[in-house]
């Protein structure tokens, strides 16, 4: 498997405000996918990146794959508490098999 | 509903004793998937089955562990002589066609060990 290291961990941040979490591998992918999951709930696939520098949005959303196709990552304008969770990363490996990294939790506080 | 589903939602047992937990995919989906999850930590990979051949299992799914999906429809995941090392969420997906296809996953069961 292909380490996928995520960052930061935890982060609490006020409504309003911007944030970027981040995807991090030594190893090139064909394709990234991040996911959120809420609390008791299992994850909701957001976007798939497969083309190196690719940009994709969803609303506040934006997710970003690196140049060399070794990293991504996520930006949130203008953050909601609905947006709450843990975002995942992950990559298919041996064409059948998802590995996720561990996870960015955020909280945003109304 | 036509989501993939999982029962129960939670299992609490005593160490020692075997549980069960069912799967129900959405129901044209082809390939199953049963991941691990514990506190803090993303998903782990333990086995999937396209239609009812299972193809892959993890080194963590050890002997305890046995899954089927006997019609290629619903799945079981049963747990033997259970240890507290176990507790977790045991999640599910399913998907249609190849890998690269995007996963549903169900609610989970999340098992306690006591």
């Known amino acids: 498997t292909q380490l996928l290291e995520q960052s930061p961990q935890f982060l609490s941040i006020q409504e309003g405000e911007n944030l970027t979490v981040y995807c991090n591998s030594s190893?090139?992918?064909?394709?990234l996918q991040w996911y959120r999951q809420e609390p008791g709930e299992g994850p909701v696939l957001l976007v798939t990146v497969v083309t190196g520098g690719e940009v994709k949005k969803l609303k506040r959303l934006t997710f970003q794959f690196g140049d060399a196709r070794k990293d991504s990552s996520l930006h949130i304008t203008a953050a909601q508490p609905g947006d709450t969770g843990l975002y995942l990363c992950?990559?298919?490996?041996?064409?059948?098999?998802?590995?996720f990294g561990s996870g960015t939790k955020l909280n945003v506080k109304p | 509903d036509t989501g993939v589903s999982q029962d129960p939602r939670h299992k609490i047992t005593k160490r020692g004793q075997n549980v069960t937990f069912r799967c129900d995919p959405i129901?044209?989906?082809?390939?199953l998937y049963w991941y691990r999850q514990t506190l803090g930590q993303g998903p782990e990979f333990l086995t999937y089955f396209q239609n009812e051949a299972q193809l892959e299992k993890s080194r963590l799914l050890s002997d305890r562990f046995s899954a089927e999906r006997p019609k290629g429809s619903f799945s079981t995941l049963e747990i033997q002589r259970t240890e507290q090392g176990d507790s977790a969420m045991y999640l599910c997906a399913s998907s249609f066609g190849g890998a690269a296809n995007e996963q549903f996953f169900g609610p989970g069961t999340r098992l306690t060990v006591l």
């Open positions: 190893s090139v992918f064909s394709s």
């Open positions: 992950a990559h298919v490996y041996n064409f059948n098999k998802f590995y």
């Open positions: 129901s044209e989906h082809n390939r």
